[in-house]
């Protein structure tokens, strides 16, 4: 099961919807890749629109994604950036990586504003 851990990210986003807001998730990969770059939701009534959970990756090396096909759980080491969007404005909890695992920064927004 190469795509097991695509799988269960995408899932988790479908699941976490806001709730009374129809969203459809989306998945990026990195170009000429299998590697997913950024999973999100979108609302359905404007795909312009971020709406709820967000996650961004950094590109792995070809020994790292073969290692991370096996584990789901072991993508989570290489996220670059992770928080929610409400109607496309930064909300709630953010953390930013500026390696893998290397914390860069972390901090709350309200409707878009760093608090």
């Known amino acids: 099961m190469p795509f097991r851990f695509f799988t269960i990210t995408l899932l988790i986003f479908i699941y976490s919807s806001a709730a009374g807001q129809d969203t459809k998730p989306v998945l990026k990969k990195f170009p000429h890749s299998r590697q997913v770059a950024e999973c999100y939701q979108v609302l359905k009534s404007n795909k312009e629109i971020k709406h709820g959970d967000y996650v961004s990756y950094f590109p ?15 993508l989570e080491h290489f996220v670059k950036q992770r928080g929610i969007y409400q109607y496309g404005k930064k909300h709630g ?14 901090g709350e927004y309200d409707q878009g504003k760093q608090t």
């Open 60 to 74: 792995l090396q070809k020994e790292q994604y073969k290692s991370v096909k096996k584990v789901a759980d072991s």
């Open 93 to 106: 909890a953010w953390v930013e990586f500026s390696s893998p695992g290397i914390l860069h920064s972390k």
